[in-house]
Each structure stands twice: as C-alpha cells, then as structure tokens.
C-alpha cells in the first residue's frame, strides 16, 4: 500500500477487515500504531474509544488525545515517542473513534499535534503524556460569516514550512534485493504478489528527530511488518557483539541470531544506542 493511494472518507465507519485491507496491515491493538508504506513512508494511526482507557475528548476541531500506556507512569517510548516528534516534524496521522454502542471505527480524517504536556491531569494517579491534536482542514475557531464584521482589515496571513526527512530510497531498495525482501530476525518473505516480496527498512537510530541518526547501510535492517513494529515499539533487542536477538514476548525469535549477509555491515554502535534509547526491557 502507498499513501498515495489510499482512499478514507471522514465520517465513514470501518471494521477491522475494511482497515487492514485498506492499509495492508492488521490492528495491534495499541492506541498509537507506527506504520511504514511501501515507500518507506512511517505514518501514524490513533485509536480511541468512548469504553476505553484514556480520558480522551475527541470533540471539535481541536481535540486532546492520552498517551498510550495503561499501567504506571507513561514512557516517551514507542509511540508516544513518536506522536510527540510530529509536533516538529509532522507526519500522516490518521484518526479513528469508536463510540460506546458501536463495535466499528469511524474515520476522522487526519490530524496534526499541536501542543503536548506530561504530567498528572484530571486526578490521576500517574503522569500521562496528553497531546493536543488539530484536525486538518479546520481552524480553531469557527466564524459565522451572517456575524461578520464587513468593515474589519483582511487577517494577516502567514506563511509557514513544513520539514520533512529526505531518505535515500536507493539504499534499503537494494539492500532489501540484497535480502530477497526475507526479515533478518524471523527469516520470513512476506509476498506482495506472487512473484515478489515484501520487506521493510528500519534505521536503529532513527532518522528524525532528537535522534538525528544517519541515512547508511550500517544503520538499517530489513524487516518483515511484524518486527520493524517490535523494533520501533521496544519490543526487540539486539547484542551489538554476537547479534543474539531478544524479544520481550516471542519465544520464536527469542535467543535466535540476526542473519547479517557479509557484504553488510550492521554497526555496533547503532545496535546499542537501539538498546539504550528505544528497547523497553
């Protein structure tokens, strides 16, 4: 799937089935998912239900949205991680809304953070990290234009960039064709149609910010759907010296060696600060 050619209508509601065809991946179950296109695109998807966890208040055009984490003070990990990194650095985020009478999630089109705090909020007996979220395509305030002031000055407009990482895509396209698109933890090939893999990169330093990590070989791994989301959720671990993988769940990839080819150089340095910044265990 390309982000390009996705097609979503605000107001439409979708089943779990309909999402995962839509976008080619399944549900986590996490409040904020880290999803990549075929284009190495990352995008973000926001859940939020009217029975569930969070406290969240999804109404208007600006909105507040809680971290992930239901247990204990929230970490800037995983996706919380990278939800406040779109505040500078913004990114696709879509956002769904189930209500409590419903078992579908309604499209609420894309949105932008605007703002986040961490801390304790509304009584809580844990610190959360609470954002503030814009839908796209609306403005803070709402003006009724019979109320209108016909004499008023013209508001000033103001002209605003946006930066965006520029990968080269050149580099992990051959070096997934190096892999025959197979995961170098799980040794899976995902087909994309009967004659070709599927395959993800994923840069251990990330490329975004505050990690600012490098855009080489040494720094990527390819990786099926499954485990480039463990990486970026913490998941998965791996020992810089012996390439000894460690997850925190899965027993089958748990203790077995990352397949590294000998033409590529997997910097230990990379590995490490993975472990240390990002792995949750």
Sequence with gaps: ?????????????????????????????????????????????????????????????????????????????????????????????????RRSDGDDWEYQGQVDVLSHEYGYFDGDERKVYQFVLQRRGESEERVDPTEATPDIDTPERTQTTRSRIVRNTALVTDLKEAYSATCQVCGERRRRKVDSGYAEGHHLKPLGRPHDGPDVEGNVLVLCPNHHADFDYGLLSVDPDSHVVAHAYDSSVDGRTLHVRDDHEVESEFLAYHNREIAEF
């Design 1 to 97: 799937m390309k982000l390009s050619d996705l097609s979503l209508r605000s107001g439409t509601n979708y089943t779990a089935d309909e999402l995962r065809s839509a976008f080619d991946r399944g549900m986590t179950g996490r409040g904020i998912e880290i999803c990549y296109d075929e284009d190495e695109q990352r995008y973000l998807r926001l859940y939020s239900a009217d029975t569930g966890p969070y406290a969240d208040d999804v109404s208007g055009g600006q909105f507040t949205y809680i971290g992930e984490g239901q247990t204990g003070d929230q970490r800037l990990k995983a996706g919380n991680r990278y939800l406040a990194n779109a505040e500078t650095v913004p990114l696709p985020i879509f956002f769904f809304h």
